[in-house]
């Protein structure tokens, strides 16, 4: 009996260490989103502001949007799958039976800042916003 509820608790142990590991990929995947969306629209701008006479050019403009868009939604459920796994990791430390205030899902269900979910939303919608009107403005004012 003793030796089932150390395998079950070793279990546990390598459960949570997983899902900590996953958390920490979803994290490291959102922030590289966020840096290859400002990248690749940097670089697709730049070349559309020096190479006006290529017909091309107003088509490319809108790159931006369409890769920030797609970045976006993947960051999206990169956030949904870091909030399951959050959950995830308290209820198998609840398993564990750690003291109530000790256990790092327990601790992010209870202390997560919003402010960080709120900047990630603001970082996708201001660069979504500025994708679109760039372009909208340069073939407005008849510049594509």
């Not at 966020?34 to 190479?51: D, H, K, V």
Request: contains cysteine; charged residues 20%.
């Amino acid at each position: 009996m003793q030796n089932e509820k150390n395998d079950i608790t070793e279990f546990l142990l390598k459960e949570a260490e997983h899902v900590r590991n996953v958390y920490d990929e979803r994290v490291s995947q959102t922030r590289a989103l966020e840096r290859y969306s400002l990248f690749t629209t940097g670089i697709i701008w730049a070349w559309c502001s020096t190479n006006f006479e290529f017909p091309a050019v107003k088509i490319l403009v809108w790159m931006p949007a369409l890769i920030t868009f797609l970045f976006g939604i993947r960051a999206w459920g990169n956030a949904r799958a870091m909030y399951s796994a959050r959950d995830y990791l308290a209820k198998l430390e609840s398993k564990i039976l750690l003291p109530e205030d000790i256990g790092w899902g327990k601790h992010l269900t209870k202390n997560e800042e919003p402010r960080l979910s709120i900047t990630a939303y603001i970082f996708w919608a201001v660069l979504q916003f500025f994708t679109l009107i760039i372009p909208l403005f340069l073939s407005q004012k008849g510049i594509l």
